[in-house]
């Protein structure tokens, strides 16, 4: 069974903070994937990153950056210097890396607020 | 970038009626999948479909719900007789199952019950 964990509910930030969103994942995997995805006010999915489980290289992508330790089973994303157009939900989630079919199991996600 | 695409945005339809959202696709994807997320809720896994069966399904997916591919590239998902509880954004993916690749999702059909 997988689970996705996002203990931050929801967090609120003034414009300019940084802020890390936590997740924690469980599997029995040996390989799988992790994303997080965007989700605006307006309802779609905006997917933002995937990382491998092998490759546990973090990645910066502008302002922002992912950390993946495979030891604590964590793959937090964190926003440098937020702005208001950050604010919206984000969810990680998990699929299996074996089987065209596999399905993501997604988090609770976190509703991060950037106050101007 | 070949992306997928739902129709239509928002429905609205009275508790008791028949619905169908549609999904095409991106045209060399192989494995179709629907996901369902109740307002301010995770997004739920409820069909996969491949080789025009079903893969796997989640308790959701019930008798009410059925899925098809009737001509090769729309993907449709049917309610037969909706009921308030329904009411959900209604996600669409699909993949070529090939390696690595990014999950894709269609921007979703918000589905309101009244």
């Known amino acids: 069974a997988q689970k996705v964990t996002q203990a931050q509910t929801e967090i609120s930030v003034v414009e300019k903070e940084d802020v890390t969103l936590d997740c924690v994942y469980e599997?029995?995997?040996?390989?799988?994937?992790l994303f997080w995805y965007k989700q605006p006010p307006s309802g779609e999915l905006v997917f933002l990153i995937r990382?491998?489980?092998?490759?546990?290289q973090n990645e910066i992508s502008g302002r922002y950056s992912w950390n993946f330790q495979k030891s604590t089973s964590s793959f937090n994303f964190t926003i440098t210097a937020s702005q208001v157009v950050d604010s919206a939900v984000y969810f990680c989630?998990?699929?299996?890396?074996?089987?065209?079919?596999?399905?993501?199991?997604f988090g609770t996600g976190t509703k991060l607020q950037v106050i101007p | 970038e070949p992306e997928v695409t739902q129709t239509p945005s928002h429905q609205v339809t009275q508790m008791g009626q028949e619905v169908i959202l549609r999904c095409v696709p991106i045209?060399?994807?192989?494995?179709f999948y629907w996901y369902r997320q109740i307002l301010g809720q995770k997004v739920e896994f409820l069909v996969s479909?491949?080789?025009?069966?079903?893969?796997?399904k989640s308790e959701i997916f019930d008798d009410q719900f059925s899925v098809e591919r009737p001509d090769g590239s729309n993907f449709t998902l049917k309610i037969r007789s909706t009921k308030l509880e329904d009411s959900a954004m209604y996600f669409c993916?699909?993949?070529?199952?090939?390696?690595?690749?990014?999950?894709?999702f269609g921007s979703g059909t918000r589905l309101t019950v009244v």
């Open positions: 989630a998990l699929r299996p890396a074996t089987g065209g079919y596999q399905k993501v199991t």
């Open positions: 599997t029995r995997d040996t390989t799988y994937y």
């Open positions: 990382r491998n489980s092998f490759d546990e």
């Open positions: 045209s060399n994807h192989l494995y």
């Open positions: 479909f491949y080789n025009n069966e079903i893969s796997e």
């Open positions: 993916a699909s993949l070529t199952g090939q390696g690595m690749e990014d999950y894709t």
